[in-house]
């Protein structure tokens, strides 16, 4: 599994970087970067949940 | 006394049973009418979750840039608030990291002393004006802690901002339309205060934001002091009435549902999720206003150039179609992309300031005064707008 974040959609509302911090992190602006890009399978649920609460569905997470 | 929603479908949006228990009608708004009209203004009201989102996320089409509109007692657009991009993106470079959730958590130590501080102020009297003697001075201290302003100026702050957000307040027989010279008044003693505090600061550096602010640069250039005033005018306006009316909100939520207080009682890691929920369910800025720049059809209703359309997030945020159990409030949803501080490049800037605030202070609180509830016989007070709890009578068993 692969996370990303598209950043230019990203204006850090920090949902995902809250609530699944072993994925993601907060830069200075409080946008978000991807700590994680490849999820091994114990963070996968984290990372959705992250994903999910993203306002700006600006996270994806895809199988390759 | 006459409903909140007329037989034409359209909102008053200052009706105090509104303010008070707003969902209702925003489920009637929805399904009747998702693009209605206001019966004060007549203006375009925005019902639906999918268009006030895809309204946020526009700006070109739904413009911020409407000083004159608003009628704050503002002498130019508040930064970055009333600027569209791309002008507004470059202040927001600059302000974002002030704001971050990081520096945010650094104040929460001071936040959580300020709020044990106000308790021991009044827990042995079995009950408080919840408003009065919390809501309104912890997120004002916590304001000019993170400006560098002195305590001792809170009375003038607090009466600033009610001067300018709720000029009625205080003066019940002034008619609404003769209130517009308090606001310009008050605006005027903001520029003054804060040219005033620059000044210092300009002759005497200290480690605070306005200092910061006073050396800040945007592709190498200082903002003007014009541009500095702008910024401060919005951190006032922005940053004392929000968190004051989500703690009035949240409160008396969890006051006249005791069984949901219990919960976080029980657990008290479900605080963060149901500040969440609650600013979904409560959403005390109930709308925000937007400018529409050309024509644009939504849900079927084409709004014109130039309407100054109202964005109803209260009821985005209980829209059913796109939240599951959209009125049900559940502390552990797990998918809440709700939009009370907005969405799109507007994003709440004092968003994580208001999400560390909120945390903090509901901890506080239930650790110290775990049971209470609303004096018996006795009915909480909202105000219209922006939805305070002006009044609201809290009791507990010493």
């Not at chain 2, 019902?47 to 130019?76: C, K, N």
């Not at chain 2, 408080?128 to 809501?135: K, S, W």
């Not at chain 2, 709700?338 to 901890?363: K, N, T, Y």
Request: aromatic residues 6%; proline residues 8%.
């Amino acid at each position: 599994m692969r996370v990303r974040v598209e950043r230019a959609k990203c204006v850090g509302h920090g949902r995902c970087y809250v609530l699944a911090p072993d994925v993601f992190e907060d830069d200075e602006r409080g946008h978000c970067v991807v700590t994680r890009e490849e999820l091994p399978p114990e963070l996968e649920e984290q990372a959705r949940r992250g994903q999910q609460n993203c306002p700006e569905h600006a996270i994806s997470i895809s199988s390759d | 006394m006459a409903p909140v929603i007329d037989d034409a479908g359209r909102i008053n949006l200052f009706h105090e049973e509104f303010a008070r228990c707003p969902q209702p009608a925003y489920a009637q708004l929805r399904s009747r009418c998702p693009v209605g009209r206001s019966i004060l203004t007549d203006a375009p009201v925005i019902s639906r979750y999918e268009d006030v989102m895809w309204a946020l996320r526009h700006p070109e089409i739904f413009s911020s840039e409407m000083e004159l509109h608003m009628q704050l007692g503002t002498e130019r657009p508040m930064i970055p608030q009333q600027i569209d991009p791309p002008a507004q993106t470059r202040y927001r470079r600059l302000l974002d990291p002030h704001f971050s959730r990081r520096k945010m958590e650094e104040l929460a130590p001071g936040v959580a002393r300020q709020a044990r501080a106000l308790i021991d102020g009044f827990v042995r009297d079995g009950e408080c004006e919840f408003d009065a003697a919390f809501a309104i001075p912890l997120p004002c201290t916590a304001f000019l802690d993170l400006l560098g302003l002195p305590a001792s100026d809170l009375g003038f702050f607090l009466e600033l901002k009610d001067d300018i957000i709720r000029p009625h307040k205080g003066r019940p027989d002034v008619p609404h339309t003769e209130l517009q010279p308090v606001r310009n008044a008050a605006g005027a003693r903001n520029y003054e205060y804060f040219r005033r505090a620059l000044d210092e600061r300009e002759a005497r550096p200290r480690e605070d934001m306005l200092t910061a602010l006073s050396r800040a640069e945007i592709d190498g250039e200082r903002l003007s002091r014009n541009e500095i005033l702008d910024i401060c005018f919005l951190l006032l306006l922005a940053g004392l009435d929000t968190v004051t009316s989500t703690l009035g909100c949240n409160m008396t939520y969890l006051a006249s549902n005791p069984e949901q207080r219990q919960r976080l009682l029980n657990d008290p890691k479900l605080i963060p999720g149901a500040v969440e929920e609650l600013l979904r369910w409560e959403t005390p800025v109930v709308a925000v206003p937007r400018l529409v720049k050309r024509n644009v059809t939504l849900s079927g209703v084409e709004l014109k150039e130039g309407e100054l359309a109202t964005l109803l997030i209260g009821s985005a945020n209980t829209d059913d179609e796109h939240f599951e159990d959209a009125q049900i409030v559940d502390f552990e949803r797990e998918r809440n992309i709700h939009a009370a501080f907005g969405a799109g490049p507007h994003r709440c800037l004092g968003s994580h300031l208001a999400r560390m605030e909120l945390r903090v202070a509901m901890e506080v609180w239930h650790e110290r005064i775990p049971h209470y509830r609303i004096k018996p016989g006795e009915i909480p007070r909202f105000s219209p707008g922006i939805r305070e709890a002006l009044y609201l009578p809290l009791v507990w068993d010493v």
